[in-house]
């Protein structure tokens, strides 16, 4: 593909890449970006799947919710961006409360999932892939996207950065950089990328910068857990009303290695449900379905839809603080989950830490706060 020249390069367009776009754009940022992700569309971790063969169909197969736990000033600029997704209409509370299943069936016992008590959930409306657009779309017309391409190498000068794919030909040239994720940064997910080399450590040699040397230690050091997804279509909701999601108790989750079921009623009368797991399972265990009878019911003429696997999708541990989050002297950004702050390891947490960066690129560098020209 052909090579363009802009001010800012975003890699990766889920919702901590929007999100940071959007609150650029809400605080009067004018330069032009281009936000190169590798999927065929925005969303991520937040994504839903759609069928070719099935206009109607379409499933959550990412987050099925924003579990968002309100914190006030400390978090003022996250919490504009979802007042301006809950007033787009992209969002909306979800009213059914959530179940838990136990080893011997539905339990009514007073746990409480890893989001805190007093989180408020939300619902991506027509589906959580709309969170994510709606973000890109608030970004507005200075930001263009490129979808399926995968960057690869880095390369960095006094002039900025240089985005390269898998074959060193030239994707974006800009004069900042945005990583959205730890792809090209975290050793577990350059292993499964199949690189032997760090290509930020390959833009940036040891001793350039000894603040950016200081990050990418801390990034080495995240715990990340690798996760599951198996995507399973039934014929019919058996006449049951079924909850949005359904958390498993602790000890269940262990022995199955199963964390949630998530349902999904389809418009035709369908029932897409979407096993979220960890671990190396990836299926459904026999005796969480006996446990459960009203599932195994309509799950036994399911059709399997196939699996997903995140081999470094959740971080455990080691948050890059957020006061690291843009380094001026090479014009380098990194926003996601897997920041410090409010939401850490969460959607919130994805969200929260864009509009941090949006806030320190344009409040600590005073060459990138007019975008061009400047």
């Known amino acids: 593909m052909t090579s ?24 009067g940022w004018q330069g032009t970006a281009i936000l190169v992700e590798a999927g065929r569309g925005p969303g991520g971790r937040a994504a839903s799947r759609r069928r070719r063969d099935d206009p109607i169909w379409c499933l959550d ?12 000033d400390h978090n ?8 301006a997704l809950e007033r787009a209409g992209v969002i ?12 011997q069936g539905l339990e009514l016992g007073t746990y409480t999932d890893r989001f805190g008590e ?15 657009k709606a973000l890109l779309a608030l970004a507005g017309e ?38 959205s994720g730890n792809l090209l940064a975290h050793p577990r997910s350059l292993a499964m990328l199949g690189l032997n080399r760090c290509p930020l450590r390959d833009a940036i040699p040891q001793g350039v910068d000894s603040s950016f040397d200081q990050t990418l230690a801390c990034i080495a050091k995240i715990q990340m857990q690798p996760r599951w997804n198996r995507m399973l279509a039934c ?22 290695q199963v964390e949630r079921l998530v349902f999904q009623p389809q418009a035709d009368g369908r029932l897409g449900i979407v096993v979220h797991g960890c671990g190396d399972a990836g299926t459904l265990p026999s005796e969480l379905l006996a446990a459960w009878p009203a599932l195994a019911k309509v799950v036994g003429s399911a059709t399997d839809l196939g699996e997903m696997r995140w081999g470094a999708a959740r971080p455990l541990d080691h948050p890059l603080p957020s006061a690291w989050q843009w380094n001026a002297h090479l014009r380098l950004g990194l926003c996601g989950d897997w920041i410090e702050g409010p939401g850490f390891a969460s959607a919130q947490g994805a969200i929260s830490s864009g509009d941090v960066l949006a806030q320190q690129m344009l409040g600590c560098d005073g060459s990138m706060a007019g975008g061009a020209g400047e």
């Open 61 to 72: 197969h990412g987050a099925p919710l924003l579990h968002w736990q309100p914190s006030g």
């Open 92 to 103: 909306e509370p979800e009213p059914s409360a959530d179940l838990w299943l136990g080893e």
């Open 4 to 27: 363009r020249d802009c001010d800012l390069a975003v890699i990766g367009a889920g919702l901590s890449a929007t999100a940071f776009l959007a609150s650029l754009k809400m605080r």
């Open 235 to 256: 014929p019919s909701g058996g006449g049951e009303s079924w909850p949005r999601q359904v958390w498993l108790t602790p000890s269940a989750a262990t022995r199955w």
């Open 118 to 132: 007093g989180a408020q959930r939300w619902r991506g409306r027509p589906s959580m892939d709309a969170v994510a």
């Open 76 to 83: 003022a600029g996250g919490e504009r961006l979802l007042q």
């Open 142 to 179: 200075g930001v263009d996207a490129c979808f399926g391409v995968r960057v690869q190498q880095l390369q960095h000068s006094s002039d900025g950065w240089q985005l390269m794919d898998a074959a060193g030909g030239t994707v974006v040239r800009a004069r900042a950089l945005v990583l």
